[in-house]
Protein backbone atom coordinates (compact mmCIF):
# COMPACT_ATOMS: atom_id res chain seq x y z
CA UNK A 1 0.00 0.00 0.00
CA UNK A 2 1.66 3.19 -0.70
CA UNK A 3 1.32 6.53 1.13
CA UNK A 4 0.58 9.92 -0.64
CA UNK A 5 1.48 13.10 0.84
CA UNK A 6 -0.11 16.36 -0.48
CA UNK A 7 1.78 19.74 -0.04
CA UNK A 8 0.05 22.79 -0.16
CA UNK A 9 2.42 25.69 -1.23
CA UNK A 10 1.62 29.78 -0.66
CA UNK A 11 3.16 31.88 -2.61
CA UNK A 12 2.82 35.59 -2.20
CA UNK A 13 3.74 37.44 -5.18
CA UNK A 14 3.05 40.78 -6.08
CA UNK A 15 0.31 40.69 -9.39
CA UNK A 16 1.30 44.13 -10.15
CA UNK A 17 4.85 43.36 -11.08
CA UNK A 18 3.08 40.19 -13.42
CA UNK A 19 3.10 41.04 -17.20
CA UNK A 20 -0.78 41.15 -18.81
CA UNK A 21 -1.85 40.49 -21.60
CA UNK A 22 -5.64 41.11 -22.83
CA UNK A 23 -6.83 37.29 -23.79
CA UNK A 24 -8.49 37.82 -27.32
CA UNK A 25 -9.92 34.24 -27.73
CA UNK A 26 -10.27 30.95 -25.52
CA UNK A 27 -10.71 27.52 -26.98
CA UNK A 28 -11.23 24.12 -25.28
CA UNK A 29 -11.06 20.31 -26.21
CA UNK A 30 -10.92 17.22 -24.31
CA UNK A 31 -10.56 13.72 -24.69
CA UNK A 32 -11.43 11.30 -21.97
CA UNK A 33 -7.79 11.71 -20.18
CA UNK A 34 -7.58 15.58 -20.12
CA UNK A 35 -9.19 18.94 -21.05
CA UNK A 36 -6.87 20.96 -23.58
CA UNK A 37 -7.67 24.76 -23.03
CA UNK A 38 -6.14 27.06 -25.33
CA UNK A 39 -5.70 30.86 -25.15
CA UNK A 40 -5.07 33.73 -27.90
CA UNK A 41 -3.14 36.65 -27.50
CA UNK A 42 -2.82 38.23 -31.41
CA UNK A 43 0.00 36.04 -32.83
CA UNK A 44 1.01 34.22 -29.39
CA UNK A 45 -1.10 31.15 -27.64
CA UNK A 46 -0.39 29.28 -24.85
CA UNK A 47 -2.23 25.93 -24.25
CA UNK A 48 -2.44 24.15 -21.04
CA UNK A 49 -3.60 20.61 -20.11
CA UNK A 50 -5.85 20.10 -17.08
CA UNK A 51 -7.20 16.97 -15.46
CA UNK A 52 -11.19 16.49 -15.76
CA UNK A 53 -11.19 17.30 -12.15
CA UNK A 54 -9.12 20.32 -12.29
CA UNK A 55 -11.00 21.82 -15.58
CA UNK A 56 -14.25 21.29 -13.20
CA UNK A 57 -12.78 23.35 -10.14
CA UNK A 58 -11.64 25.87 -12.81
CA UNK A 59 -15.74 26.09 -13.88
CA UNK A 60 -17.11 26.43 -10.85
CA UNK A 61 -14.44 28.96 -9.47
CA UNK A 62 -15.08 31.27 -12.60
CA UNK A 63 -18.65 30.54 -11.47
CA UNK A 64 -17.87 32.01 -8.06
CA UNK A 65 -15.92 34.79 -9.84
CA UNK A 66 -18.26 35.99 -12.18
CA UNK A 67 -21.06 36.06 -9.96
CA UNK A 68 -19.26 38.08 -7.29
CA UNK A 69 -18.37 40.48 -10.03
CA UNK A 70 -22.04 40.91 -10.99
CA UNK A 71 -23.10 41.15 -6.99
CA UNK A 72 -20.37 44.57 -6.88
CA UNK A 73 -20.87 45.95 -10.66
CA UNK A 74 -24.16 44.62 -12.15
CA UNK A 75 -25.17 41.78 -14.44
CA UNK A 76 -23.00 40.80 -17.27
CA UNK A 77 -24.54 40.94 -20.81
CA UNK A 78 -22.91 38.34 -22.71
CA UNK A 79 -24.43 35.26 -24.52
CA UNK A 80 -22.66 32.44 -25.78
CA UNK A 81 -22.99 30.80 -29.25
CA UNK A 82 -21.65 27.93 -30.23
CA UNK A 83 -19.73 27.35 -33.67
CA UNK A 84 -19.69 31.05 -34.58
CA UNK A 85 -16.44 31.95 -35.98
CA UNK A 86 -13.94 34.67 -35.29
CA UNK A 87 -14.56 37.39 -38.42
CA UNK A 88 -10.32 37.07 -38.76
CA UNK A 89 -9.66 33.70 -40.16
CA UNK A 90 -5.70 32.37 -39.94
CA UNK A 91 -6.25 32.19 -43.67
CA UNK A 92 -6.72 36.13 -44.08
CA UNK A 93 -4.04 36.50 -41.66
CA UNK A 94 -2.11 34.39 -43.94
CA UNK A 95 -2.53 35.81 -47.19
CA UNK A 96 -5.03 33.42 -48.46
CA UNK A 97 -8.24 34.85 -50.43
CA UNK A 98 -11.45 33.03 -50.44
CA UNK A 99 -10.41 30.51 -53.21
CA UNK A 100 -7.09 29.66 -50.79
CA UNK A 101 -4.94 31.14 -53.35
CA UNK A 102 -2.41 33.24 -52.11
Known sequence: MGVFV???YTIRMDLSKVPKQFCENITA???QEF???GM???ENGIAYALS???MKRLSQYLTHQIAEYEKQFGLINAEWKPGIQSPIQTKDIMGGG???AK
Do not use: N, R
Request: a neutral charge.
Open 6 to 8: YMV
Open 29 to 31: AFS
Open 35 to 37: FVM
Open 40 to 42: ITG
Open 52 to 54: PQH
Open 98 to 100: KDG
